[in-house]
């Protein structure tokens, strides 16, 4: 069986990304009963506030640069936050596309 191909940085596949500040785009690249992941594009000025989840999440961001909790995330930053870890609040002022994967796995 082949898998299907999909290319993180083209402008096929996104869509306007629910529960986002406007502007959020997403592009789903994985979204089944063991976890999820998605490309987040967040335009220029992105604002989130803080929150948690229930399951494990992991950034990894590709370009641009994010901050959180005063540090400055860019491009090659990794983090993963355990479920219920309150993480944020979030902020981008030029943008940044970050790779974000949902699953339901423990943080030892």
Not at 4 to 10: A, C, H, I, K, S
Not at 12 to 26: N, R
Not at 60 to 65: D, Q
């Amino acid at each position: 069986m082949m898998k299907n191909l999909v290319n993180l940085f083209d402008e096929m596949g996104w869509e306007k990304a629910q529960d986002y500040p406007e502007g959020t785009l997403m592009k789903t690249l994985r979204d089944n009963d063991n976890g999820r992941t998605i490309l987040l594009k967040l335009a220029g000025g992105f604002k989130l506030g803080s929150h948690s989840h229930i399951v494990t999440e992991q950034h990894l961001v590709l370009k641009g640069s994010y901050t959180s909790d005063a540090r400055t995330y860019s491009e090659g930053s990794y983090q993963i936050y355990s479920p219920h870890e309150e993480h944020g609040p979030f902020e981008s002022q030029d943008g940044a596309l970050i790779l974000v994967i949902w699953d339901p796995i423990k943080i030892s």
